[in-house]
């Protein structure tokens, strides 16, 4: 299931894993360095996902093309579905489709 998010939702939800590494991955599946990076991101998760939180989000995209692309790719990660694209203007990935990463510090 890829649950639809709002930019608010979002916000919440890294604001709950601070002190912790996390890496937001913005993507769509129609996409084509999305889809050439995806292979890597499944890897680097797999390696990982004990010390860095993986978020996905897909954009602008279909509900269906996203689950789609998400099996495909083997992505197990929690990833959310924002329709409408207002997420990404936080981080904004750039026009190479580079990787955003937050990194939290501890709390003060």
Not at 18 to 27: A, E
Not at 41 to 50: G, I
Not at 80 to 104: E, N
């Amino acid at each position: 299931m890829v649950p639809e998010f709002t930019l608010a939702d979002y916000e919440q939800a890294i604001g709950e894993l601070r002190g912790t590494p996390v890496l937001v991955n913005i993507c769509a599946s129609w996409c084509g360095p999305c889809r050439e990076k995806a292979p890597l991101l499944a890897s680097a998760h797999e390696t990982y996902d004990d010390r860095v939180r993986f978020v996905g989000v897909d954009i602008l995209d279909e509900r269906d093309s996203a689950r789609a692309f998400m099996r495909e790719f083997g992505w197990t990660y929690p990833s959310v579905y924002d329709p409408t694209g207002a997420i990404p203007r936080r981080p904004r990935p750039d026009r190479a489709a580079r990787h955003a990463v937050l990194r939290r510090g501890p709390e003060r």
